[in-house]
Structures are given as C-alpha cells and as structure tokens.
RNA sequence: GGAAGGGUGGCUGAGCGGUUGAAAGCACCAGUCUUGAAAACUGGCAAGGGUUUACGCCCUUCGUGGGUUCAAAUCCCACCUCUUCCGCCA
C-alpha cells in the first residue's frame, strides 16, 4: 500500500510514477472521493465533539445534583445525525481504501522501463554453460527410468493421485530433493546470518493482504477454507513476513534475518499452456525463503545483499547462473525492485528463473502496520521488507539433474550435497 | 467436543457506566548526585487520523463486530483467540 499521504498530497506525481508500469490511476475519481471524505470526516468529528462535550457535561451536572432534563433535550437530535455522518464517511472510506489497495507499489529509478519480460536487462553471469559431447536430456528424460513403485519422478502417478502439475519422487531422487533443503538452510543459517523458522502453511486472508496477494491474486491461491478465509500458502514469505505484523520491533532486533523452508502451492491460473512438461511450473514446489525486515535507510542495499545470497548458492552447486533485473512490465504488485536469477538448463538450452528477489520497500509494512522504534526519534516508523527464494528446490533439483548428467543417463553429485546423501557420488 | 477464567499502552498489570487515554511497575529518554558507572531522586514518555503557517485544537483506538445508553474499557449478544481442567487423539 502506497502512503496515502502522498497520493493525497502528490497525486499528479504518483499517477506519472505509475504510468512506467502502464497502470493508470484513476485521479479525477480518488481526488473527489478524497474532497467528499474531508468534508464528511469534519463533519462526523464536529457532530462526535459536540457529543462528548454535551455528555460530559451530564455527568457533571447529575453528580452536582442538578436537574439533566433541559441537557437532555439538546442531545436529543444528535444521535441520528451523527450516524448519518458515520456511514456516509465509512462508505467513503470504503472507496477509496478499495482504490488504494489497489495500487502497485512505486518502481525504484534504477528498474529499466519495459514492455514486457523481454526487457528484463542481464546485470551479470556466473559460470559457462557446459558442453556435452552426447546428446543431453531434459529432467523429464532422466528421471524416467523405472517403474510405478521406483521412478525417479513420476509425472504418471502424480496426476493418478491428484491430476496435472503435481510429482511423484522415489529413492535417491526424493533424498536429493531433501539434500537440497538441508543445504540451502545450512549455508543460510551458518553462513548468512539468517535465523531458521518454521511457519504454518495454512494462513489466513490478512495475512494475504500483508504481503499483497489479496484482494487483487485471490485466482492465484488455494482456498481451503473460504469461510474462514483459509488459504495455503503461496510462499513463505506470507507467513514470515507476517510474523512482525502489528509489531513494533526494537531498533536492536533489526536487521531481522529469516529463512524458512515450506512447499509452496500456487493455482496456475492463466498458465495452462506453459511449462506443462517436467517440474518447472507446478501447483505445489518446495522453496526455501529469505527474508529481511530493516529500517527504510537499508532497504536496497539488503536487497543486494540478499540477491548475493541466492547466488551463493547456485555458486557452490557450481551451476551456471545469470542474473537480470525485471524491467518495469515484469516487476510484481508489491515490489520496487526485483532481480531475478536465472539457471542454465542444458535441456532447454535456456535460462530459467529459480529466484525472485524484491525490495517492498514500506508497501507491505505499511499493509502490515509493521514497525520498529527509532531511538533518535523514540517514534515508531515502518520496516522496509526485502526477501528472496534461496532457492525454488524443485527447478534446483532439475538444475542439478540438467548439469550433472552423464551420457549413460547417471547423475553425479554435486560436492556440496555429497554430505547430505551419505557420501553417494552419483544417482544411477 | 464439554466446563471455567482471561484478552487493556513497547512489556507486566489496575480499573468494571460519567473530568479514565486509562493507576502502578518495568523498559526507554532527559536531568540531579558521582571522577565515571550503578543505585537513589526529579521530570518526560501510546498509536493512528483530521485541521492549522504555527502554538494548538479535535476525532478514533482497552481482542473483533454488533447492540443498550445522553454517555461504554466498564452492561448485553455473536465471533476470534489464549490459559486451565475433562474427554478424545496423532
């Protein structure tokens, strides 16, 4: 949510801001409903003093002893008018609140204006893609040996049990993925300072509205309990972010480093013909997320910073990377700023997203009433939030099998992950 | 699922129809004392919003939403949530 100071204050300069990422606010609406909700909230608040003053006098009155009857008859009226005021300001409110939640947060100056994701501008490589002197495979390919009970991944079973997007994983190739988790936690937690939490992955719809995935993505969810208002979690990032809601943090608490490991379970709407192969795009992936509450003056540096995290990562698994930063068609609702880090897969012979890292800025604090109190000012101010998936296990475990493949079908282990399997040095 | 008791400011915790936005304590900030620190003492200290050039003035907020009343933290109803006990069960 964007400060509504500013777009009261500024609302020329908010509605250019935003044309960068061709959305089109809507100014002669909000500036007359913000007109109409002066002059009600005045209004209401005068009726409400007159109110208070004439019922504090009552008291006095009756406690003195003296005769309330004529005090009575002046209030009489007052009740009803301020009623009318009251709902006529909320309904405004209403409005305009529907308005402003809205709007997509503003874009830093650095994100490069841009029509759609083939504007994205690459900052920077890791590593040479490998070549292969067989004829390489794609994840599908290799994980295909076996049968119903012993198939590394098996899309078949899956869509038997549930339907479409969904994996079936079996032996090494289930332990890999586990590998992967305790890896990504390991070097978060020892090398990076972050501290591990474990969250619910069930949240509910204000939480949602925390981080911004409602009311604008409901499509995107699953809903598992609408009366509740109970949703799986997209990502961890919504029940780790929302962990500081409505909490005022101590400045010597910050920065406030999480990781957290959660599957993650998205709809896919409006996906249907992408990525139907293999496990790039499916309804419930694994991820290990970072997240990082500061105060506003550290906000993009910690999003460098966290974006470095990620490629550590991808460093240690020796894996190919690149990295872009999303031009303005490309970045999310609730960002300022996002790179993304894309892994080569030798079976696309591409680069494919396996991290997304955003600067909120206050957007989400201040949906969130997140804050933390400054000691030069003893005031509380909102947090700037920062997070990034380090890494999406899933399209890591693909990553891996692209990679590492060799000709007779076998996969070598990464020397990073060979602890975690037991020492096993290649899955055949 | 049944029973009982709670949810009040950054935290602990009083208040249970009318100068209570809310006692007290802790924490925090400033000052006195001290070589310095601690202790002690003195003072300050909620958040959000409206309005004003400004001092200020005003409104809202005691889990959430309704209701009663001239007036609600205080009474009534519903819901959420926490604790304890019982039952059931990973």
């Known amino acids: 949510m964007l400060n509504p100071k500013l777009i009261r204050s500024d609302i020329k300069a908010v509605a250019e801001q935003l044309k960068k990422r061709s959305f089109e606010l809507d100014v002669t609406t909000l500036e007359s409903l913000e007109n109409k909700r002066k ?62 939640m809205g709007i997509p947060n503003l874009l830093h100056e650095s994100v490069p204006f841009g029509k759609d994701e083939g504007d994205n501008v690459e900052i920077r490589r890791w590593g040479e893609p490998k070549t292969f002197d067989f004829e390489v495979k794609d994840h599908v390919a290799l994980g295909e040996k076996g049968n119903v009970v012993n198939r590394w991944l098996d899309f078949e079973t899956a869509s038997k049990l549930t339907g479409s997007r969904y994996v079936v994983m079996h032996g090494q190739m289930a332990k890999l993925h586990r590998a992967l988790i305790q890896f990504m936690l390991d070097v978060h937690t020892n090398e990076h300072g972050y501290t591990e939490v474990y969250v619910p992955y069930i949240v509910n719809s204000e939480s949602l509205r925390g981080t911004g995935q409602l009311p604008k993505f409901e499509e995107d969810l699953f809903c598992v309990d609408k009366e509740a208002g109970h949703y799986l979690i997209p990502t961890a990032e919504v029940p780790v972010t929302n962990i500081v809601r409505d909490e005022i943090l101590d400045a010597s608490q910050l ?13 896919e709407a409006g996906s249907y013909g992408k990525d139907t192969r293999g496990m790039i795009r499916q309804h419930q992936f694994d991820k290990v997320e970072m997240v990082q509450m500061v105060s506003a003056d550290k906000a993009w540096a910690t999003l460098e910073e966290l974006t470095l995290h990620a490629e550590v990562i991808l460093q240690k698994l020796e894996l190919p990377y690149r990295t872009v930063i999303l031009c303005s068609a490309d970045v999310g609702f609730s960002a300022a700023k996002t790179y993304d880090i894309e892994v080569w897969l030798p079976g696309q012979q591409a680069y494919r997203e396996i991290s997304s ?24 101010e909102l947090l700037n939030t920062v997070n990034g998936s380090g890494l999406a296990i899933g399209r890591t475990l693909v990553a891996v099998l692209e990679n590492y493949q060799q000709e007779d079908g076998s996969i070598l282990i990464p020397d990073v992950l060979k602890p975690y399997m037991g020492g096993l040095e290649k899955l055949s």
């Open 39 to 100: 002059a009600c909230q005045v209004e209401s608040e005068n009726l409400q003093s007159q109110r208070n003053t004439k019922s504090k006098s009552i008291g006095k009155a009756k406690a003195s002893g003296a005769d309330i009857k004529p005090l009575l008859d002046e209030v009489a009226g007052l009740g009803e008018k301020l009623d009318a005021a009251k709902s006529e300001l909320a309904q405004v409110q209403q409005q305009m609140d529907a308005i402003i």
């Open 255 to 267: 920065p406030l480093k999480l990781t957290s490991h959660t599957p993650c379970f998205r709809s």
């Open 357 to 380: 890292c955003s600067c909120f800025g206050d957007f989400q604090a201040r949906r969130m009433q997140a804050r933390w109190r400054n000691p030069e000012t003893g005031k509380p």
